[in-house]
């Protein structure tokens, strides 16, 4: 009897209805249709003010483990895919559109990485090591454009990263549209 679980089967847990996969996709991106339009009806913040999980001393670790997997993904492939041919390579990041995003999303994070230090704040200052580190959000973009194009099938993976990723960059652009400058007090 198709659609039945077997006696075997039985015992080894609860069997559920068949569900259409579609609806286990609608259901999943409920949340993040939901983020969305708080974030653009100005109903959420940052996951800091939002759960009061603060995250930001955390925020230099996060980045640089970021990078060294990024570094492990670019050494594979180098190593692994490639074989170290460089003319294979540069033939691939030519070729390939993903794979020149993925590079230039590599070189983006190269000196967000060397320049995580103190002592790099420091040499070049709070204003000028900021402005740099806000290469992070072009890094963001071109990673999620990579895993994108990389992925040959159709699953949702991907484009929960891009929802995520587009929320949390569309909040930040909103929210730095509509903020309104403080008033300056005048000297009395």
Known sequence: MAGRASPAGAAKGFALPQVPKILVYIVGFIPAVWLFYAGITDQITPLRQLLSINLLRYRRAIGLLA?????????????????LDVSAIMADIIKRPYITIGMATFVILVPLAVTSNNAAIRRMGGQAWAR???????????????FILVVKSWPPEPLVY???????????????????????????
């Open 67 to 83: 990078f060294y997997y990024a570094a492990l993904h670019l050494i594979t492939y180098l190593v692994l895919d490639q074989g």
């Open 132 to 146: 740099l580190h806000k290469l992070v959000y072009v890094a963001a973009i071109g990673a999620v454009l990579h």
């Open 162 to 188: 891009a929802a995520i990723v587009a929320v949390l960059l569309g909040y930040r652009l909103v929210r730095s549209l509509v903020k309104k400058p403080s008033p300056r007090r005048r000297p009395a």
